[in-house]
């Protein structure tokens, strides 16, 4: 993706949409609706900053669709850490038949996701309502994680869903390059760097297979 076109206006973000997944009618309907719906919300709780709502097709919606695009030949349960507003999990959800579990401390986050997942008829969105620690282990086809924990934390602690056949999408921003340096060189080895669609200066960290967690209480 080094020379992939940067999306910079919602009506790109739009048509990359149709191009990359070719939406049904229903599935158009429910990003719009679950567009409106997060825009609603923002107004009783902080889940998106309010600058990114004129152009929330580019940094919320297609921002969270082209991880689908990175793994479009994923199977499995999708697991999304820190899902916050459902970012990128509802979108990924939306577009695809995945079952999907989007993990999320807060509470009234997690009722706006349950909301959204009912409104929109998504019987295969599961929202954990826990820290990620207190979450039953189960195998993970993919695990994705926007704005979750730093990179090393964020690994470790969703390590033990991990399989061999596991595909990692991991957003970083601009330090995607930096954090990938500081982990374990075995854990280095499993990944490589994509290019963001919606922003120039950010990446994002692609993996597959599994990951030993760190042994507690070692120094």
Do not use: Y
């Not at 997060?38 to 580019?58: C, D, F, G, H, K």
């Not at 990175?70 to 990128?88: A, C, I, K, Q, R």
């Not at 349950?114 to 295969?124: M, T």
């Not at 390059?177 to 950010?202: G, I």
């Amino acid at each position: 993706m080094a020379d992939t076109p940067i999306l910079n206006d919602e009506e790109a973000a739009r048509d990359w949409l149709t191009q990359a997944f070719a939406p049904t009618v229903e599935q158009w309907a429910r990003l719009e609706r679950f567009a409106a719906m997060l825009v609603a919300e923002n107004e009783r709780q902080n889940l998106i900053a309010v600058s990114t709502i004129p152009t929330l097709w580019v940094r919320h919606i297609a921002d969270s669709a082209q991880l689908l695009a990175l793994d479009t030949d994923g199977d499995g349960l999708w697991v999304d850490l820190g899902s916050g507003p459902g970012l990128p999990g509802l979108v990924v959800a939306i577009l695809s038949g995945r079952p999907m579990l989007l993990v999320e401390s807060r509470k009234r986050r997690c009722e706006f996701l349950r909301d959204v997942a009912g409104e929109l008829g998504l019987g295969h969105v599961e929202v954990a309502e826990a820290p990620l620690e207190r979450v039953a282990t189960r195998p993970a086809g993919t695990i994705s994680a926007r704005a979750f924990a730093p990179l090393d934390r964020l690994i470790d602690l969703s390590a033990r869903f991990s399989t061999e056949s596991t595909r990692w999408l991991l957003p970083k921003g601009r330090n995607a390059v930096k954090e990938l340096a500081l982990l374990p060189p075995t854990w280095q080895r499993m990944f490589h760097v994509e290019q963001s669609r919606t922003d120039a200066t950010s990446q994002i960290l692609v993996g597959r297979g599994a990951i030993t967690p760190k042994k507690r209480g070692k120094a």
